[in-house]
């Protein structure tokens, strides 16, 4: 099994469609090169179309993905943003041209050979973690690139750091990830993910390589596949959700919702 690319079929993060400014303000996602979908999800782009009439605030939900990202009009200033247990927002300013790179669950430790739970819950500047990309997107973009053009840069640095990476498939670690994933987070983490090590040594698994716990790392999981079923408010209500996805009940499942994207479900779904 190609275990990366294992990751990729079976799990799709997702963040949600900008509503607010949504005639000013754009979201977009590229494919990397397809040598390079077994590592990367996607780049994208968060940009405003046109000078907003007051700043912006753009919430980040939990996916358990790891991201690098900069201003395209000054790429100089590039950070990274660790695993988050919960949704994060950014203030920004009136005009705006994000760029950023969304890495596959495990797959930022493992080209970097960084330790994720050093980032987990916050972001860092790009430069004290990895300073040659740091330079690398310091150095080659800028503000005039088109999509295609940053698409392209992108994929010319990963494919040859790709090519000189040693990886680690520990299948101890990628089978409890895989049971995780082919289950939407709904597991019982002592007793579905006995891969032949203890508890403690998979922790410590998932703490470098994911940036938490199994049982954190399977609750966002879970939460992502909410999101990408898009239940309405009312067949929230009628089909008790929450029970087929295992929560206990609707104030518990409410309650995680609104940590892991910043309101409740009603709010979200809005329909």
């Avoid at 972001?123 to 973009?141: K, Q």
């Avoid at 983490?189 to 891969?195: M, N």
């Avoid at 998932?206 to 408010?233: C, H, M």
Wanted: glycine letters at 4%; charged letters at 20%.
């Amino acid at each position: 099994m190609n275990i990366s690319a294992h990751i990729r079929q079976l799990y799709k993060p997702l963040q949600p469609t900008v509503t607010q400014s949504a005639d000013t303000v754009a979201y977009s996602e590229m494919l990397p090169e397809i040598g390079l979908q077994h590592y990367i999800y996607c780049y994208w782009q968060l940009k405003t179309t046109t000078a907003l009439s007051e700043p912006f605030v753009y919430r980040v939900v939990a996916d358990g993905c790891i991201d690098i990202f900069f201003e395209l009009n000054n790429p100089k200033e590039n950070y990274v943003m660790g695993f988050c247990k919960k949704f994060t927002e950014f203030p920004l300013q009136n005009k705006f041209h994000y760029v950023g790179v969304r890495f596959l669950p495990t797959m930022f430790p493992q080209l970097f050979g960084i330790n994720a739970s050093e980032l987990s819950n916050r972001f860092e500047h790009l430069g004290r973690v990895v300073p040659h990309t740091s330079a690398f997107i310091a150095d080659n973009f800028h503000q005039q690139f088109t999509a295609e053009q940053i698409q392209s840069t992108f994929n010319r640095y990963f494919i040859h750091l790709v090519e000189h990476t040693s990886f680690n498939n520990d299948s101890r670690l990628y089978n409890a990830i895989d049971k995780i994933l082919k289950e939407f987070g709904v597991v019982n983490i002592a007793k579905d993910l006995d891969t032949g090590i203890s508890q403690r040594q998979l922790h410590r698994l998932f703490e470098f390589y994911i940036g938490d716990s199994a049982k954190t790392f399977a609750k966002v999981v879970r939460f992502q596949n909410i999101l990408r079923a898009k239940p309405s408010t009312q067949s929230l209500a009628q089909n008790k959700l929450f029970f087929d996805v295992g929560y206990y009940d609707q104030a518990h499942f409410i309650k995680e919702f609104k940590n892991f994207y910043g309101v409740t479900p009603t709010k979200a779904f809005g329909r």
